[in-house]
């Protein structure tokens, strides 16, 4: 089973293990990224059991929106009982690094206001250390510079991600080279530096479930 197959069929573990939570009230938090994208897909199926979503990302509301999916404003909605999302890196304790495709900040927003966080992924995705994946960080445009030099100073190796503005109209600084043990720390240390909208580290507040697509199945993890 390739990466793409494990994906999908990950993806439609997730909409099955959220199958029971919906109702005609329910509102779905969805993520971000080709992982997402499937679940999406597969959650099209299923649209008339629940109100509809509020997504992380203005890619993932387009599809939805395609699917015919309603897509809620945050602001407007009381609760959601489940955020499904992909992850770029998972360590054993569900803490994770996310932000790959650049939606970080409002991932992070989503996931804080909810009230389960499922992270679906291929097996490739789950690590004993966090750190291979490079952690994006996402900053105002004017404290590039100064940004970046605090973060050398923390052990990193920013890299602009050059030709790319997030949804919110900010850049985004790569951080290679670091092996992450305390991810809590981590975390606290970079979204105090000045400039700094968050960092896509999510040990504060990890994955509840990670859903893993191995090639014998989907294995499911609890934190």
């Given at each position: 089973?390739?990466?793409?197959?494990?994906?999908?069929?990950?993806?439609?573990?997730?909409?099955?293990?959220?199958?029971?939570?919906?109702?005609?009230?329910?509102?779905?938090?969805?993520?971000?990224?080709?992982?997402?994208?499937?679940?999406?897909?597969?959650?099209?199926?299923?649209?008339?059991?629940?109100?509809?979503?509020?997504?992380?990302?203005?890619?993932?509301?387009?599809?939805?929106?395609?699917?015919?999916?309603?897509?809620?404003?945050?602001?407007?909605?009381?609760?959601?009982?489940?955020?499904?999302?992909?992850?770029?890196?998972?360590n054993h304790r569900l803490e994770l690094i996310k932000g790959g495709g650049g939606a970080l900040t409002r991932e992070k927003i989503v996931a804080s206001v909810s009230g389960e966080f499922v992270c679906i992924a291929d097996e490739s995705k789950l690590v004993d250390t966090l750190g291979t994946y490079p952690l994006p960080v996402e900053v105002i445009p004017m404290a590039r510079g100064?940004?970046?030099?605090?973060?050398?100073?923390?052990?990193?190796?920013?890299?602009?991600?050059?030709?790319?503005?997030?949804?919110?109209?900010?850049?985004?600084?790569?951080?290679?080279?670091?092996?992450?043990?305390?991810?809590?720390?981590?975390?606290?240390?970079?979204?105090?530096?000045?400039?700094?909208?968050?960092?896509?580290?999510?040990?504060?507040?990890?994955?509840?479930?990670?859903?893993?697509?191995?090639?014998?199945?989907?294995?499911?993890?609890?934190?």
């Amino acid at each position: 089973m390739d990466q793409d197959a494990l994906k999908q069929a990950v993806a439609r573990a997730a909409a099955d293990y959220i199958d029971p939570m919906l109702t005609t009230t329910t509102i779905v938090g969805v993520g971000t990224g080709s992982t997402a994208d499937y679940f999406i897909d597969y959650l099209a199926e299923v649209k008339h059991k629940f109100d509809g979503a509020v997504s992380s990302s203005v890619a993932s509301e387009t599809r939805m929106r395609g699917h015919g999916i309603p897509v809620y404003d945050l602001n407007s909605v009381d609760e959601i009982p489940v955020y499904v999302d992909g992850v770029d890196e998972s360590n054993h304790r569900l803490e994770l690094i996310k932000g790959g495709g650049g939606a970080l900040t409002r991932e992070k927003i989503v996931a804080s206001v909810s009230g389960e966080f499922v992270c679906i992924a291929d097996e490739s995705k789950l690590v004993d250390t966090l750190g291979t994946y490079p952690l994006p960080v996402e900053v105002i445009p004017m404290a590039r510079g100064a940004v970046a030099r605090a973060l050398v100073g923390l052990g990193g190796e920013p890299v602009w991600r050059d030709d790319f503005t997030t949804d919110n109209g900010n850049i985004i600084l790569d951080v290679h080279g670091l092996s992450i043990t305390d991810a809590t720390g981590l975390e606290a240390a970079i979204n105090n530096i000045t400039g700094v909208v968050t960092c896509g580290l999510f040990a504060a507040r990890p994955a509840d479930v990670l859903l893993l697509g191995r090639p014998g199945g989907v294995d499911t993890l609890r934190a």
